[in-house]
């Protein structure tokens, strides 16, 4: 089995930091790019950040100057610096990866369980 487990969100006062880990774990050979998405209420889920294996990165028009995503070394980790937090960036965080199974012959979207990031105003 592969699983995604992410910690970090809390309530959080605006211009407030948080920092998101992510953590795949499991019958992974490799992992091809990890992100985050986030939903709000009344809102889609949506693209937050990503990053590949090779250190490209793609981040929401939103969060731009704000967020930082970053990928750990061997233990198959991501992370979301979030500074300077604004009340629309409640949502819930969810992490998402490309993994190649153990045995596996294609990669595949994995995705967590989210995490609740709320900021108050």
């Known amino acids: 089995q592969v699983q995604l487990v992410e910690s970090g969100g809390d309530l959080v006062q605006a211009g407030g930091s948080l920092r998101l880990s992510c953590l795949a774990s499991g019958s992974i050979f490799s992992i091809n790019a990890m992100g985050w998405y986030r939903q709000a209420p009344g809102k889609q889920r949506e693209l937050v950040a990503t990053?590949?294996?090779?250190?490209?990165?793609v981040y929401e028009d939103s969060v731009k100057g704000r967020f930082t995503i970053s990928r750990g070394g061997a233990e198959n980790t991501v992370y979301l610096q979030m500074n300077s937090l604004k009340r629309e960036d409640t949502a819930v965080y969810y992490c998402?990866?490309?993994?190649?199974?153990?045995?596996?012959?294609?990669?595949?979207?994995?995705w967590g369980q989210g995490t609740q990031v709320t900021v108050s105003s």
């Open positions: 990053i590949t294996s090779g250190g490209s990165t």
């Open positions: 998402h990866a490309k993994i190649l199974p153990i045995s596996g012959s294609a990669y595949r979207d994995y």
